[in-house]
């Protein structure tokens, strides 16, 4: 069946480093657009970074612009999101997002809470 399992979430103190990992299975990861959301406790989902099948394209939210990258791994069915330069405000639960934009379908992971406190 279809997974997405996220790992790397945990405590950081502000200014600090976190990289998560998103392994896919059940489905073919190289035809899929990959997101990462999160979603802070009193808001709404957001959309933080989008890459194409391909990778070669990539998008970002204008508030983690310039701190956080997001990259796959077509051969391992992984997408990573690094995030640098952490603030209080980054804290969240954070959602991985497979998309087939030619049907729009798509997989949720289960999230990987982020805190980012001092």
């Known amino acids: 069946q279809v997974q997405l399992v996220e790992s790397g979430g945990g405590l950081v103190q502000p200014g600090g480093s976190l990289r998560l990992s998103c392994a896919a299975s059940g489905f073919t990861f190289s035809t899929h657009d990959m997101r990462w959301y999160r979603q802070a406790p009193g808001r709404e989902r957001e959309l933080v970074a989008h890459?194409?099948?391909?990778?070669?394209?990539?998008t970002y939210a204008d508030s983690v612009k310039g701190r956080f990258t997001i990259s796959r791994d077509n051969a391992k069915n992984t997408v990573y999101l690094q995030m640098n330069s952490l603030k209080p405000e980054d804290t969240a639960v954070y959602y991985c997002n497979a998309v087939r934009l030619t049907t729009g379908y798509e997989y949720w992971g289960q999230g990987t809470q982020v805190t980012v406190s001092s």
């Open positions: 890459v194409t099948s391909s990778g070669r394209i990539t």
